[in-house]
């Protein structure tokens, strides 16, 4: 190397508070420096391309384009090299001296002491390049530009200054070369090495070379499949890639592909799983989507980019339209991704719907996530009706899972609301007696059987006009609707509902807030239902299985049948002051088989079982 006269740069002394942040907050993990240093490499090469279209004189001075990485244990030092653009003196102090510049007593004080406005404003400065000195204590920069004369060697430990100086033996690209601390030698490791190419970077065009000893060899394909033209993509291939990228074994369910081009640019590879991921309802999970700029891998774990209701979404995103810099961790905060998850989730939604038309097909996305899709129905989104297009449920009309629209058209004349009743399962649900006078009216009912049921029809307040009604609150809109065919037989008299009603009220004491007659029961003797503006049975059920405390629990109403034979028989007993015990043990147990009916425990079973065994002993 021919010595030149070495100039030393002072740092300002605001310096040391910017780097301290850079180094020491700014990213969650040492290794992303790797990730960095071959980013600026993939950019210098990128320009170096640029250059030579426009001045294809310069080309004699150029090798062919490419990175090396090279660790020596011996030396601890690992350098990244690139046959790129290279840089000048100006380059070096411009950008590598970014940080003296911005370190400014303007700069600091726009400071906030907020972390994450504080990272963003950095961010606005490009510092990544001094993520290097989270592994090393002393970085060295060889550099010469292409076209220029001489080359520079840019130096600093990272406290108080640089130095530069020129070198006129340097050939064209950059040689970046970090010292490592001691706790950083993990990074002198092939393997590791490798691994973190693979991880960050292997999608970089240009190859990647780990020079190891005497051995070299090539790290990264250079192949990015979502950059590929669909037709020249087979579908193992996209299987492929969709289970490299999700960790999964399972074939996708949909695949999306396609290119934005317009205001904001960019290329999305979406899939929808066939099963659902071990962790989908975890709260710490990392979205499934990676976010590429030009190719590189910039991260897994970008917080909003994918809403929550489409969080089981995975696959690749890659724009040119955000820069490669330190700011990358705050990338939820900018617009562009705003944008871009705007304009993938409208896809997504359009492709759902065209899937929705084979209902068989369908009904393999609902059963797998259509827990986790209606919650679009409860977040306060701009695309709520998409949504709600698109959610399926269970209902009273048939045993297929129908849409809100199938409602809407299933619904009688006179009906003005969309009835649905909640519970743990189908099952229990198509046996609940509070379905009996809507099923013998044909007014149709949807069952809600998942958490969160609960709480999207409190805050999704109407269907096209149709609001949602539990039909535990319907008495009145249900008495409206005339039954098909007039209920014949007996009926309680005024008298005796007055003294069935009371009766049951002094049997089961603070158990029940009421008891009145209905019309919605055809079959069963008697319902429980819980007054409007309470919480739902479900709910409660709900909140005490995951230990959840009730501040106070809901009042349950008796509704009686007054029509049905065993609750004449007992009115006609009370009437007549006859087996009073007996008359008290069958409210019991006629309270105690609802219970159990919607699926909720009884205070004393053993006590049941006896009352039970006695009336079924006197029957036979």
């Not at 040391?16 to 850079?22: F, G, N, Q, R």
């Not at 993939?42 to 090279?70: G, M, N, Q, V």
């Not at 009421?514 to 008697?526: G, M």
Request: glycine share 4%.
């Amino acid at each position: 190397m021919t010595e030149k006269k070495e100039e030393k740069v002072e740092f300002k002394a605001e310096v040391s508070k910017v780097l301290d942040i850079v180094i020491h907050s700014l990213y969650s993990n040492t290794e992303v420096f790797l990730r960095e240093l071959v980013s600026n490499a993939s950019d210098a090469c990128d320009k170096l391309r640029y250059a030579l279209l426009i001045h294809p004189e310069l080309a004699p001075e150029t090798e062919p384009t490419k990175i090396t990485i090279e660790p020596n244990a011996k030396n601890g030092t690992l350098t990244i090299t690139d046959t790129g653009i290279g840089m000048t003196k100006e380059d070096l102090i411009n950008h590598l001296g970014t940080i003296a510049r911005s370190g400014s007593a303007e700069f600091i004080s726009a400071l906030t002491g907020d972390k994450q406005k504080d990272m963003a404003l950095i961010g606005q400065f490009g510092v990544g390049f001094y993520a290097a000195f989270m592994v090393a204590d002393k970085v060295t920069v060889y550099t010469r530009k292409v076209g220029a004369n001489s080359g520079y060697v840019w130096e600093s430990e990272g406290a108080d200054s640089f130095t530069i100086k020129e070198d006129e033996t340097l050939p064209v690209g950059t040689s970046v070369v970090l010292h490592l601390k001691p706790e950083a030698k993990e990074y002198l490791e092939p393997v590791r090495l490798r691994y973190l190419v693979r991880q960050y970077s292997d999608h970089i065009e240009w190859p990647i070379i780990l020079k190891n000893e005497d051995k070299t060899e090539t790290i990264n394909s250079s192949s990015a499949l979502w950059a590929k033209p669909k037709t020249d993509i087979s579908p193992k291939q996209y299987k492929d890639f969709y289970q490299t990228v999700s960790h999964a074994f399972d074939d996708p369910w949909m695949t999306l592909h396609y290119k934005a081009e317009g205001i904001i640019n960019y290329t999305a590879l979406m899939f929808i799983p066939t099963k659902q991921p071990f962790n989908l309802f975890q709260p710490d999970r990392k979205s499934g989507i990676q976010l590429y700029v030009n190719r590189v891998f910039i991260s897994d774990d970008i917080k909003g980019i994918m809403p929550n209701y489409l969080r089981f979404v995975t696959g690749v995103i890659d724009t040119n339209d955000l820069p490669l810099n330190v700011s990358r961790e705050m990338l939820q905060k900018t617009p562009v991704i705003a944008k871009i998850k705007k304009g993938i989730v409208k896809r997504i939604l359009s492709e759902l719907k065209k899937r929705s038309e084979d209902k068989t097909d369908y009904l393999k996305f609902w059963e797998s996530f259509g827990i986790v899709f209606k919650e679009g129905l409860y977040e306060p989104i701009d695309e709520r009706e998409e949504v709600a297009e698109l959610c399926r449920f269970h209902s009273t009309l048939n045993d297929d899972i129908i849409g809100f629209a199938d409602y809407v058209n299933a619904m009688r004349p006179e009906q003005e609301h969309i009835y649905y009743l909640s519970g743990k399962d189908v099952n229990t649900l198509k046996n609940n007696p509070q379905l009996e006078g809507f099923i013998a009216r044909k007014i149709p009912v949807l069952l809600l059987t998942d958490p969160i049921d609960e709480f999207w029809v409190q805050t999704y307040q109407d269907y096209k006009g149709k609001t949602f009604v539990s039909v535990m609150h319907a008495k009145q809109d249900l008495e409206k609707i005339a039954l098909d065919a007039k209920q014949d037989g007996d009926v309680l008299s005024e008298k005796q509902s007055k003294a069935i009603t009371e009766r049951i009220k002094k049997v089961l004491g603070d158990k029940v807030n009421d008891v009145q007659l209905t019309e919605r029961l055809t079959k069963s003797p008697i319902a429980l239902i819980t007054p409007e503006g309470q919480m739902s049975l479900h709910l409660e059920q709900l909140m005490k299985a995951h230990g959840q405390q009730i501040a106070m629990k809901s009042e349950r109403v008796v509704e009686i049948n007054p029509r049905h034979p065993l609750i004449l028989k007992l009115a006609d007993l009370i009437e007549r002051k006859e087996a009073e015990d007996k008359v008290n043990d069958a409210i019991w147990v006629l309270y105690d088989q609802t219970l159990i009916a919607e699926g909720e425990p009884i205070s004393d079973p053993a006590l049941f079982t006896k009352r039970l065994s006695g009336f079924i002993l006197s029957g036979l």
